[in-house]
């Protein structure tokens, strides 16, 4: 009888382990579903910056580009106006 006890005691305990493993597995998972949740956000936020920042870059240079253009088209005219 008392062995009969005994397993069962260690029957629930087994049971109890069980129940916590399964509650930390599922904890883990509904934490790495919000880790990616996390980081398809961050990876949005910081592609859209980049996005931003590749269009101020062409804007820039496209800039320059045309004050170079200006600045060669002014040589030209006061170069070719002095003999």
Do not use: C, N, Y
Request: charged residues 35%; glycine residues 8%.
């Amino acid at each position: 009888m008392s062995l009969e006890r005994d397993i069962g005691t260690l029957m629930a305990g087994m049971d109890a382990l069980r129940d916590e493993l399964r509650a930390h597995i599922e904890h883990e998972e509904r934490w790495q579903a919000g880790l990616d949740d996390r980081l398809k956000t961050k990876f949005e936020d910081h592609s859209k910056r980049l996005r931003a920042l590749e269009r101020w870059r062409a804007w820039i240079l496209g800039a320059l580009a045309a004050l170079a253009g200006a600045w060669a088209v002014i040589k030209a005219v006061i170069i070719g106006r002095t003999p």
